[in-house]
């Protein structure tokens, strides 16, 4: 059974750090790895998907990595700004599913000015 | 602006009712997901569809909970009777395309208390 863990599950760092999120899966069988962003009370947002092709993705301040050998994603975040201020969900869609995602239990980041 | 949208943000309703979660996917896509995410166990699947016609609903207990899509623009997720135990937020997201290359993309959930 495939399981995705993050550590960790919480961190604080002041304001301009550069810093990296981890996720770790059981199971290297994936179709790709996506990472959200969810603000207290709200939905989730999309960040990146990594197909299991891929080895990483950049968008602005952000670049995810994938070693799916090894079963391990981190999220870089680049000089971090107090609206970075969330939690951060990785999950996978597993072979054999319909495209499904297992989640992490995610890692709430507080950047403080 | 293509977004997931849900109805109702919020309900609060009493043990034994039956509660209704609506969710409008981003047209023209052909996957929808119900999930369940509580401080306990994370977000967890329910049940999703593709092309209106439901693949897995082994994640929801069965005997009180049914997923249907009337049609491609309306998902909707029945809980009857309700028990304080499924007191969550409740996340529809829909994709478009091929199982392996199938981004989702959230709404922004239904805040469920059951009292």
């Known amino acids: 059974k495939q399981e995705v863990t993050q550590i960790p599950a919480a961190l604080s760092v002041p304001e301009g750090e550069n810093l990296v999120l981890n996720c770790s899966f059981t199971?290297?069988?994936?179709?790709?790895l996506q990472w959200f962003r969810q603000d207290p009370g709200k939905g989730l947002t999309s960040l990146l998907l990594?197909?299991?092709?891929?080895r990483e993705q950049t968008s602005g301040r952000l670049n995810a990595s994938l070693d799916k050998s090894s079963g391990r994603s981190t999220l870089y975040i680049a000089a971090s700004q107090p609206g970075d201020s969330a939690t951060y969900l990785c999950a996978v869609s597993i072979v054999g599913s319909q495209g499904n995602l297992i989640f992490g239990k995610g890692t709430k980041l507080s950047v403080k000015p | 602006d293509a977004r997931v949208t849900q109805t109702p943000r919020h309900k609060v309703t009493e043990m034994g009712q039956e509660v209704t979660m609506r969710c409008q996917p981003i047209l023209g896509h052909n996957t929808v997901f119900w999930y369940r995410q509580t401080m306990m166990q994370g977000l967890e699947l329910l049940a999703y569809f593709r092309n209106r016609a439901p693949l897995d609903d082994s994640g929801m207990p069965k005997d009180r909970f049914s997923a249907e899509m009337p049609d491609a623009t309306l998902a909707t997720l029945k809980i009857q009777p309700s028990e304080p135990r499924d007191s969550a937020v409740y996340f529809c997201?829909?994709?478009?395309?091929?199982?392996?290359?199938?981004?989702?993309?959230f709404g922004p959930g239904t805040r469920l208390t059951v009292l």
């Open positions: 199971d290297s069988a994936i179709y790709n």
């Open positions: 990594i197909q299991s092709s891929q």
């Open positions: 997201a829909s994709g478009l395309g091929q199982v392996s290359y199938n981004e989702q993309f």
